[in-house]
């Protein structure tokens, strides 16, 4: 290959992009120039061969081996034809050489290029001594299919120990498209970062089925020791779960895949929505205790010291999400939003549910004496010195969201809470914390304890 045609290898218009398009390439003619003769004239010797001169690819090019002896032609054959059941797990530039390509296939075979690597090398112990194995050879006619039309209508030379094309190098090859532009342009799995530990695989891809857990789980809960509650379908679930991960620890393209299709936004999407669904059943289950109190068993029923524990639950689990996606370095501007959104659902849900539960109540039960039993607001709210260290319910969550994104998107709704805090009575503490949070900016002194007539500039 000229350095003319080296410089026009592109992934845009000449390599196949899709698995629908690679089985079109194995069907479609190569177009060829109406002077290039089909193949160069060979000797008599040759054209008695067992093995044919000229191989046609899978992807459709035609490569010209007369100049091998019958055994390396078999290697070819078998490696460029489409029968050879040969597949990419992933690719990754080797850790000492950004330059050094190391290719993954089917049956733990590696075969390696660039760098060090001269002249292409595989694991399978083949291609020992001059000749290339299937394997390299199969790995030419992948990378070839990004050279221009030019080169790709003649009939292409190959060289035994698989180190040229058409006197180009495959590492070459690579080098101009990019590893990047490679793996994208025939769909394969590209690893950029260190290989992860076998924990690591697990860790993350019993967080990524969790989005398919049949009871709803959280991905905590999902990695949690299996209860002997668990419906049929939790439990088999599970053990799809641990044969997928023996399977993808074993192949990471299996677990490159699942990462194309579990996206993080959908993880977030899907936590944020089992999240969002258990909020709305814990107010609805201590509304249903108010209404039918215990008995009641069309429903689940609540009272004030159980919704408290499952909306602290709830908040645990948010902010314990949220610290993830940063300690995992995610982009975390759409988790700031729907994390704040689930938060803010919490804390207006209990500062709307200050009341005596049992004032009203039909049903005959006895009024606890303690507001932490019988008023929500007084238990998560009225005295949070008393149970959580000086934390304040929900606040303490809020303030480790970056500020200004929280007051953007939810602005009203806050508003809306501070109104409600200083129509009723609430710990001036809490008062004030929470007004110090509502306001725009964050460095100007916060009121005075308890003040509702103090000013507020986000307010105004």
């Known amino acids: 290959m000229s350095a003319e045609e080296l410089a026009k290898l592109s992934l845009s218009e000449t390599m196949v992009t899709t698995r ?43 490569y010209n081996v007369s100049p091998f002896d019958d055994e ?42 660039g760098g060090r690597y001269t002249i292409p090398k595989c694991s399978c112990g083949a291609n020992e001594g001059e000749n290339a194995c299937k394997h390299i050879f199969w790995m030419l006619d992948q990378l070839t299919t990004g050279a221009p039309e030019t080169m790709k209508s003649q009939t292409l030379q190959l060289v035994a120990n698989g180190s040229a094309v058409n006197k180009i190098r495959p590492s070459d090859m690579v080098d101009k498209i990019t590893l990047y532009g490679v793996a994208e342009g025939l769909d394969w799995i590209l690893h950029e970062d260190p290989l992860p530990e076998d924990d690591e695989i697990e860790d993350e891809i019993t967080d990524m089925l969790s989005v398919f857990e049949p009871s709803a789980a959280l991905p905590s809960e999902f990695k949690s020791p299996g209860s002997p509650y668990l419906s049929e379908q939790s439990r088999k679930f599970r053990e799809f779960k641990d044969l997928f991960i023996q399977y993808a620890t074993e192949d990471l393209g299996l677990l490159g895949r699942l990462r194309a299709v579990i996206t993080p936004d959908f993880q ?31 429903m689940e029923a609540y009272d004030v010291t159980t919704c408290a524990a499952k909306l602290k639950t709830l908040v645990t689990a948010i902010d314990e999400y ?72 929900v606040i303490d969550e809020l303030t480790s969201l970056p500020h200004d994104d929280v007051l953007r998107n939810h602005w009203e709704v806050l508003f809306s809470i501070v109104e409600k805090l200083e129509q009723q009575w609430t710990p001036p503490p809490f008062l004030t914390a929470f007004r110090a949070f509502t306001t725009e900016n964050k460095k100007r002194a916060a009121p005075e304890e308890g003040g509702s007539s103090a000013k507020r500039a986000a307010m105004q």
């Open 322 to 393: 949220y610290q993830q996606q940063l300690d995992n370095g995610s982009d975390t501007k759409n988790v700031t939003i729907r994390t704040a959104a689930a938060l803010i659902s919490v804390l207006n849900g209990v500062v709307s549910r200050d009341f005596d539960i049992y004032q009203n109540i039909t049903w005959g039960g006895i009024d606890p004496m303690d507001p932490a039993q019988n008023n929500l607001f007084a238990c998560l709210i009225g005295s949070p010195f008393n149970d959580d260290d000086g934390k304040f319910f």
């Open 72 to 113: 390396v032609r078999k290697r070819a054959a078998r490696g460029l034809r489409g029968d050879n059941a040969i597949k990419m797990k992933y690719c990754r530039s080797s850790g000492r050489d950004q330059n050094e390509y190391m290719f993954y296939i089917n049956d733990d075979i590696t075969v390696a290029m």
């Open 20 to 62: 629908a398009g690679a089985a079109r390439a194995k069907t479609a003619p190569v177009q060829r120039s109406q002077t290039q003769p089909l193949s160069p004239s060979l000797p008599t010797s040759e054209q008695s061969s067992p093995t044919a001169s000229i191989i046609e690819s899978a992807s459709g090019l035609k």
């Open 268 to 298: 977030t999407q899907v936590f944020f929505d089992k999240i969002n669904d258990r909020i709305v059943r814990a107010f609805r289950a201590l509304d249903q205790y108010i209404e039918h109190g215990p008995t009641s068993t069309s």
